[in-house]
Each structure stands twice: as structure tokens, then as C-alpha cells.
Nanobody
Framework: QVQLVESGGGLVQPGGSLRLSCAAS????????MAWYRQAPGKQRELVAD??????NYADSVKGRFTISGDYAKKSVYLQMNSLKPEDTAVYYC????????????WGQGTQVAVSS
């Protein structure tokens, strides 16, 4: 069992920055991949970025603006968001994946990010 708690969301103006954090607890040693997803009103949930063994992957819409990082031992993950745009407005969710015994995904409750002038 893994529990995830996100923090760091808020309201910022276009061009501003936010840093999201995800704290994992429970059986964290089995986590293989951690990621950030987001879901805007009226849209499907989409992958923003993920990290596996130090290798990162980003959605085209955030490349060059967002940076994902993590602490392997603690299974904590962060998302530094720069040059924010109104289209980045969404609820951001932390995801942790365990592939042992079959694929299992854990999700946080989400943190709201709003980008508006």
C-alpha cells in the first residue's frame, strides 16, 4: 500500500512559476516509476512527465518549461513549472507505479494549479 500527497499548487499569473511536491509513504521500496498527470475541465487526464532511474519523459506541451525530479530513496517526486501558460490550468495528480505482481498504480488527491491574469 502506497499513499501519495501532493502540495504546492496555487494561483499564478502567466509567465510565473510553481513547484509541486509529492510525498510518498507506505511500501515505497517497490515503486518503479513516478509521474505527474493533469486534468483540465472538460478534458481527459494526460501525462505531463515521468521519471524512471533518472531518465525523464515530458509531454510536448511542457518540454523546455517543466522539470521533473525525484529522490529515489524516499520515492518523492517534484515538478518545477516555469513560464506557465493559461492552458496549464488543471488539477495535477502524482502517480506511483509498481510492476511487481502485475502493474499497480497509486494516485494522490490532486492539487489545483490555476494560471490567470
Amino acid at each position: 500500500q502506497v499513499q501519495l500527497v501532493e502540495s504546492g499548487g496555487g494561483l499564478v499569473q502567466p509567465g510565473g512559476s510553481l513547484r509541486l511536491s509529492c510525498a510518498a509513504s507506505g511500501s515505497i521500496s517497490r515503486i518503479n516509476v513516478m509521474a505527474w498527470y493533469r486534468q483540465a475541465p472538460g478534458k481527459q487526464r494526460e501525462l505531463v512527465a515521468d521519471i524512471f532511474s533518472g531518465v525523464t519523459n515530458y509531454a510536448d506541451s511542457v518540454k523546455g518549461r517543466f522539470t521533473i525530479s525525484g529522490d529515489y530513496a524516499k520515492k518523492s517526486v517534484y515538478l518545477q513549472m516555469n513560464s506557465l501558460k493559461p492552458e496549464d490550468t488543471a488539477v495535477y495528480y502524482c502517480n506511483a507505479r509498481i510492476t511487481a505482481y502485475g502493474r499497480v498504480d497509486y494516485w494522490g488527491q490532486g492539487t489545483q494549479v490555476a494560471v490567470s491574469s
